[in-house]
């Protein structure tokens, strides 16, 4: 019997919801995890760490492919596989843009794609300089090992960041900074698309993000009102992003909508990405299904919509000691067509611990059934 | 962190499909497995044989319910386990139907529920009354150990089951055979609905399922034509069985459509069924997610469909060497709407391999696509 094997470095909640469709296309998922006991557990072959190439190696020659539920890889360990046969998706060239945005930006503004005003930052005198020209504000960034808001800071004078701005700060972060203009933006944008390796496209409905402290807290599927204009703009921009970088598998393009209706591409992820978690129920093929498909070079499913609309709820930890199961009769009673997913991971407050997915006719329903069974197993009145 | 623990006995496609529901409501699933490498190998937590109560015992002492993915387990296992304090769901009384359909045909009788006419039968002579009584042919069929086809016989006098009415032959299916009337049905018919352990009911659709010898091949959600009348007739049977037998969990209720719009019941599946494979793409709350909430007593999802039609067609193995994956490519260029499930089993001719689901808006569209998509796979066109 033939076998697909797909291999995940990662055992957070993506690679667990990886779990499911590889499932249902008898895939043999295999996931490298950093711990025991993770969300992937179930599929999990291995425990190491991931910064070994030894490690990396022994847990590829168990897959035909391998793929990833986090960015933090290191390039040279993932080249070193490369020069040894191992097919890696997205490979280490694109992966290279996801881990250090000042190559991500360089390269965006290679290829003329439209995003804020950004500059390299190397001390206090540029930082300032760069605040001066965009009215007196900019959004720094550690341009390595920033998510869900950290690593990124609102900075209105180079004391703002005197600590990273430091020697020792700089050193952290390989010895520069990123500043970006404070775009004044209307809301939140992204445009999830796929890429399989011989290079077929597919685009989700753009969605609208909503952040809560730098924390995605919803999403809308499609982003109501959005402009025929916005759509394609949208859609072109992640085509351009995914074949300029080089991407395979899923890739999610954040982005900026401003007053007068410029898309400017904010971030990028080179994997599943919580923007696309409506997929599951929302989409003929959800992005976990694409991403497996994609990274195995396999044809892409449709990225059509299941229903008019799909909004998703995440459940963020509410303390220490949080726990959705014991809320189950609770949300399940009161709300029997909100999907709950919940990804095993231990309490933390603010910490993605799950989502809630309500598809219908009706955007404000759905978005009202999903926040209350939200509320309902949050405990959060 | 509370936990919800499920304990599945048996490692056949079925507890292979209550995995993805189970990651996603992150409810811990465990299996029995007959032996190593079963369907849902991804989930087996041990392996052995469920005829020993030492290592059902075993086995449940690791989790909160014992469910099923077939329905062999000996009742007497299941009793001494009840006994001690396990809650086995569907609990043996209601199996006892499911295991005997002597008992079945009993119990149907006594509930007053619509079925063909039937006879215990314990020699040839009441049996060759049956037949002359019922218009020179009978179904013959052994009330334990029957599935797919097995274990039912078209017979026209006595002397077609010589083997099975021979002493040797009622002793191995505990003295008795069970005659029943040859139905001239127009087609047949499945009503899948579950029961939590609290009680509560839900039904999805009524079905039409297209059988090819004795083993189901097609399956169209809702049936075509069915009048307000026959899906009021076939909730109410279902609803009666239920609660009549006292099942908990997935039920289905195979029967026969006349020529004159009655319903009779052929054969009842106290577990997720052939027949509501299209649920895990056509309603909002799957027969495999629904078995589970039913069997933990969480309240029970919407049975909503998520489009107007679902088609579901088997991919019934080929041959012994048998095999879809390499066909993938073929398949989901050509059917990107197809959603493919697989179960990883060995190749064997007739087997229930896999299926394809496709749902949509049109019937005669998504059929199509749906057994163009098998054909694909099977290479059999």
Chains 1, 2 share one sequence.
């Not at 190491?48 to 391998?66: H, L, N, W």
């Not at 997205?90 to 250090?100: D, E, G, T």
């Not at 231990?346 to 926040?371: F, P, S, Y």
């Amino acid at each position: 019997m033939t076998e697909l094997r797909v291999g995940v470095i990662g055992g957070g909640q993506l690679a667990r919801m990886m779990t499911p469709p590889a499932i249902n296309l008898g895939i043999n998922i295999k996931v490298l995890a950093e711990a025991p006991g993770s969300s992937a557990a179930l599929a999990t072959t291995m425990v190491g760490d991931y910064t070994q190439v030894e490690v990396v190696r022994e847990f590829a020659k168990s897959v035909d492919v391998i793929t990833f539920d986090h960015e933090h890889v290191p390039l040279t360990v993932l080249r070193q596989l490369e020069a040894e046969g191992v097919s890696v998706q997205p490979p280490s060239k694109a992966l290279a843009f996801a881990q250090n945005k000042l190559e991500m930006r360089t390269r965006l503004g290679e290829l003329g794609l439209p995003m804020p005003h950004w500059a390299e930052i190397h001390d206090a005198g540029s930082l300032e300089l760069f605040i001066a020209e965009h009215g007196g504000v900019a959004i720094l960034k550690t341009p390595i090992g920033g998510y869900d808001g950290k690593g990124v800071r609102v900075v209105r004078s180079a004391s703002d960041a005197a600590d990273w701005l430091s020697e020792e700060g700089l050193a952290k972060v390989g010895g520069h900074l990123l500043a970006e203009e404070k775009v004044d933006f209307v809301r939140e944008l992204a445009q999830l698309s796929a890429r399989n390796v011989s290079g077929d496209f597919q685009a989700w409905p753009l969605v609208q993000t909503v952040q809560d402290n730098g924390v995605c807290s919803e999403v809308l599927a499609p982003a109501p009102g959005a402009s025929q204009a916005t759509l394609v703009e949208a859609a072109r921009i992640a085509r351009l992003v995914s074949e300029g970088l080089g991407v395979t598998g899923v890739l999610a393009v954040e982005m900026f909508e401003t007053a007068d209706g410029r898309l400017l591409i904010n971030e990028l992820a080179m994997r599943p990405h919580n923007s696309g978690h409506f997929s599951i129920e929302g989409s003929v093929t959800s992005q976990f299904e694409q991403h497996l498909r994609a990274v195995l070079d396999l044809p892409l499913g449709s990225a059509e919509s299941t229903a008019p609309h799909a909004v998703m709820v995440n459940l963020l930890g509410v303390d220490q000691t949080n726990d959705f199961l014991p809320h189950y009769q609770e949300a399940m009673l009161a709300h029997p067509t909100a999907k709950i997913h919940t990804y095993g991971k231990g309490a933390r407050q603010g910490r993605k611990m799950g989502h809630v997915t309500v598809i219908g006719n009706d955007a404000e329903a759905a978005l009202t059934e999903a926040r209350q069974a939200a509320m309902v197993l949050r405990q959060d009145f």
